[in-house]
Every structure is written in structure tokens, then in C-alpha cells.
């Protein structure tokens, strides 16, 4: 469509993330108009790929939790059939859950899918721990149908109906991982294995919600994890040909500079910073509220109950990930699992606030793609990514004259670390390297300080109460509402799309309810 021709939408979606695309084809199916507007020239944020010599490296995506077989689909399978998105993408299965090593050289365990084997692997670890782990899985079950009902109404929850059936939900919601985990006399061992998925949330387990915490576990263990053949891209081109065949426009390097409201403090429209101004009384941001109510509005329009609603919140964790691309095999590397977690301790505690500074983080969370696609890579190659994330703002410590040294310092380490945890000798064998700082993050993608696991899921800012506030959170502010990962729930692409999806529908309720009252 032309450009100056369209100037009204219905709804206009700021940001090409993984939120603000399935919050965009909601909004074309429930049959309103719908403008998605993308600073950069391709759709996806985080969810990308770029290619450095013969190698195409996926850029953030481990694993998509929730997925499930074509025979057994999870969450997030279901919603990407509803978004029609599901055949577009050729997806492969994941091996194995993860690989958890620890410096201290207390665990090296490798832990499988599926809840009756995951249990059956932890009792040869921790032998006596079967009922306890037993339990955990029962109670995040139940988390799981929780959330499914607040879906299944729109985030329109009733409190006495969520107190009579799921009471161990409410009941779960006041404490931390560690403290139920703890309640249901889990032995340390086993709760130290079974914590290793922390750094996917970036809270410690001591702060972290249980109810966050078990409602990630329960969609990875039980439905495996999946991945696109063609890395994250191939989902964020399939989101871009849907919202084209259902007739919305997408506007690639047409960045939003200001939401419009008028005199009554109401949505007028959304001003692109080449002046071009939409018509619009609906926007869902894919980007942070600090962004829009701190760039992108008057501050005249913004309540202070909205600048305080938004200022409590903390920013998560910072990324920084390493990329090579290696002329050996996984195989003759030594590289057997897909998924690595390595952490100087387990105590998510001691970890967390070693990860605040650059000189004494040394965790990673590392993939090797090729031992699920082995031909993700060209014949006789491998590929690798590193990420990490550092839990303060000190890479804003990094002077401009130190930026390159640190950035080769924080890579070394990595290799350094992985090869000594492993046995793997890697360093000899890299054709191709890259980094990508908080810096990087921040550059691409807007993110402040280059977070990319938007706000911190601890304690009060949890998953219930997110959960419980999504009726006032739409309420902060008429006809805004926010997608993505600093949205609801967790951080994480599942959640980012459940998010769009959610703030889509609303949308639509929300349009709904106004055709009818005129």
C-alpha cells in the first residue's frame, strides 16, 4: 500500500519483535486495520540470524519451550497454528534439556525431556529425591492450567475462581523457588540440578518467583524444546508473509518517534521520525514503558501513577554472546550436547552477584546447533554461540577506549572456560568469530542498557501479579497496551508471543466495544 495514501489504522504496533508481530496478525484477524512499524530493515529483533564468512549464526534463539509434536502440540505451537504460521516454518526437535557443569566441580549432569525420564534421571543423580521431584512437576501442572485459563479469558481473571481451582497457584505465588522447593523437602542436590534453568529468567532462585520459575520448567521438560530449521529468522519472515496475506502493511526503517494524544490525554496517533504522521487511537508498543513514557509521549500526558508504576520496575539481565563458526565437527570437537549451562556454583545466589561484574562472570549458557541440525553448518563445520548476561549496568562502566578489550577479554574467557570445563578444544579449530556487547544489543534493537530479558521477575513484579494487573496495566493509560518481553509473564520468545498474542485480542476487545457503543 502507499505510504502516503495510508495514513489511518486502526491500530498501529510499534517494533518487528517477536510480541509486536503475533500482536499484529491478532489484530488483522479479528478484522481491524493494522500498521507494523520496524525501525530496522528486518522483522524479528532479537529473533535473527547474520552470516559472517560461510556461516549463518543464529542470534539469540536456544530453544522454544512449549512447542510440542504436530501429534501433541504445546502452547506455543497451538498459537502459532491459530496465527496460520505453524507450516511455514520447518521446525527440528531438540536432543536433550540441558548439560549442567559446574566450576566448583560439583555437577556434570546431563538431563533428558520428558517428565517420567527427567525424574528418573534425577534419582540416579540424587538418589531418594523421586517424590519431591515428583511433586514439583504436580504443582507446576498446575501453574500451567492457571495460565491457561487467564489466556483462555483474555486476562480477565476472576479472583474466586482462581482460588477455587488453583489454590496451590494462589498459595505458590507468595514465595520463591527456593522456599517451595525447600517445603516439599527436596534435597539440595536435586534442587540444585533442577535450578539450572535460572539464567533463562535472571533472578536468583532465593528472589525468583516459584510460579515464574515453574511455569518455564514444566513447558520445557514435558513438551521438548524445538527450533526452526533456519534458525529464528525463518519464524520472524513467516510472522512478516502472514500479516501481509491478511492485508496489514509492515514498514521496515520507519522508526516511531512520538505517540500523539490530544487535549483529553486519548491516543491520536504515532509520528515517525521522518515526520510522517499516522492516525491512529490504538498502539500496542513492542519496546519498554520506560521508552514510551519517557521518549515517546508528552510528559504532560503521563500521570504520575504511570511514572511510578514504571519506575519500580528493574531492568533484567544484560546480554553479551560470542559466535564461532569452527572447521571441525561437533563430533571430532568432542561437542556432544546441544544445550550447556555452565556456572562457577550452583548457589543462584553467590552466582547472581558475581554476574553483576564483568571481571568475575564466567557463566554461559552455550549451544551447538549442529548436534540437533547437523547440517545447519557446512560439511565439515560447526557453529557455537555463547550468551551470558550480566546482572548490573557495569558494561556502561566499559570506557570507549577500553570497549574493544573488554569485549575480546569477556570472549576469551568464554573459550577459556568452556574448553576447560569440557575437555572440548575449540580455540584451534575457529574460522569465523563475533561479539555482540550490551552495546550491540542496545544499538540494534533499543533495548536500554542492552537488556534483553526485559524487567527483573522478582518478588512483587512476579507471575501473578502480572498476571492479576493485566486489566489495571490497560488501564494506565487508554488504548496502549505493551507486547514482547517487557510485557507479561517471563522473558523469553514463548513468552514474548503469548504477550503479543494476548495484547492483540485485547486490542480487538477493546475496538470491539467501542463499534458498539457508537
Not at 514444566?218 to 533456519?230: G, Q, S
Not at 501513577?305 to 533484567?316: D, E, I, L, S
Not at 542492552?450 to 496495566?473: C, N, T
Amino acid at each position: 500500500m502507499n505510504r502516503e495514501a495510508a495514513k489511518s489504522y486502526d491500530v498501529v504496533v510499534i517494533g518487528a519483535g517477536n510480541g509486536g508481530l503475533a500482536a499484529a496478525i491478532r489484530v488483522l484477524q479479528g478484522g481491524f486495520s493494522c500498521l507494523l512499524l520496524e525501525k530496522h530493515n528486518l522483522p524479528g529483533g532479537f529473533a535473527t540470524s547474520f552470516k559472517r564468512g560461510r556461516f549463518e549464526f543464529e542470534a539469540s534463539l536456544h530453544e522454544l519451550n512449549d512447542f510440542g509434536s504436530p501429534q501433541e502440540p504445546g502452547e506455543i505451537r497451538t498459537l502459532f497454528r491459530d496465527l496460520g504460521v505453524e507450516d511455514k516454518i520447518d521446525w527440528l526437535r531438540i536432543p536433550e534439556a540441558y548439560h549442567l557443569i559446574t566450576t566448583d566441580k560439583k555437577y556434570d549432569c546431563e538431563m533428558p525431556f520428558g517428565v517420567d525420564a527427567f525424574i528418573n534421571k534425577m534419582e540416579e543423580y540424587c538418589p531418594g529425591s523421586r517424590k519431591s521431584v515428583t511433586e514439583f512437576f504436580e504443582l507446576c501442572d498446575e501453574v500451567r492450567a492457571a495460565q491457561d485459563y487467564s489466556n483462555k479469558v483474555n486476562g480477565n481473571t476472576d479472583s474466586d475462581y482462581m482460588k477455587s481451582h488453583f489454590p496451590n497457584f494462589i498459595k505458590a505465588g507468595s514465595y520463591s523457588v527456593n522456599e517451595v522447593l525447600d517445603a516439599l523437602h527436596m534435597p539440595k542436590k536435586a534442587q540444585d540440578i533442577l535450578n539450572a534453568y535460572w539464567c533463562y529468567l535472571g533472578v536468583d532462585c532465593d528472589r525468583m518467583s516459584f510460579l515464574h520459575y515453574g511455569s518455564m520448567v514444566i513447558r520445557y521438560i514435558t513438551r521438548d524444546a524445538w527450533m526452526p530449521k533456519m534458525r529464528s529468522h525463518e519464524i520472524s519472515l513467516a510472522f512478516d508473509a502472514r500479516i501481509r496475506e491478511l492485508g496489514g502493511d509492515i514498514w521496515y526503517q520507519s522508526e516511531a518517534a512520538e505517540i500523539r494524544t490530544d487535549d483529553q490525554n486519548h491516543i491520536v496517533g504515532v509520528m515517525l521520525t521522518d515526520g510522517t504522521l499516522i492516525k491512529t487511537n490504538h498502539v500496542i508498543a513492542d519496546c519498554s514503558p520506560h521508552t514510551v513514557f519517557g521518549k515517546m509521549m508528552d510528559k504532560k500526558s503521563v500521570s504520575e501513577k504511570v511514572v511510578r508504576a514504571t519506575n519500580a520496575r528493574t531492568f533484567a539481565g544484560r546480554g553479551f554472546s560470542l559466535f564461532l563458526g569452527l572447521n571441525k565437527t561437533a563430533e571430532e570437537l568432542g561437542i556432544k550436547s546441544h544445550n550447556y549451562f555452565i556456572y562457577d556454583t550452583a548457589d543462584t545466589v553467590k552466582q547472581y552477584e558475581m554476574m553483576k561484574k564483568l571481571e568475575t562472570n564466567h557463566v554461559q549458557a552455550t549451544v551447538c546447533l549442529n548436534n540437533a541440525f547437523p547440517g545447519c553448518s557446512p560439511e565439515g563445520t560447526c557453529m557455537m554461540y555463547f550468551t551470558t548476561l550480566i546482572m548490573s549496568d557495569d558494561w556502561g562502566n566499559v570506557t570507549e577506549t577500553d570497549y574493544f578489550k573488554a569485549k575480546d577479554r569477556i570472549a576469551d574467557d568464554m573459550i577459556r572456560v568452556f574448553e576447560r570445563e569440557t575437555g572440548c578444544q575449540i580455540r584451534d579449530a575457529i574460522e569465523e568469530i563475533s561479539v555482540a556487547s550490551p552495546t550491540t544489543y542496545a544499538r540494534y534493537c533499543g533495548h536500554p542498557q542492552g537488556v534483553i530479558y526485559g524487567y527483573e521477575a522478582a518478588d512483587w513484579d512476579s507471575l501473578m501479579p502480572r498476571m492479576m494487573m493485566l486489566k489495571e496495566d490497560a488501564e494506565l493509560f487508554p488504548g496502549l497496551r505493551f507486547a514482547g518481553g517487557y510485557a507479561m509473564r517471563a522473558s523469553g520468545y514463548s513468552s514474548a508471543y503469548v504477550s503479543g498474542d494476548l495484547s492483540g485480542r485485547q486490542t480487538v476487545g477493546d475496538l470491539k466495544k467501542e463499534a458498539e457503543a457508537k
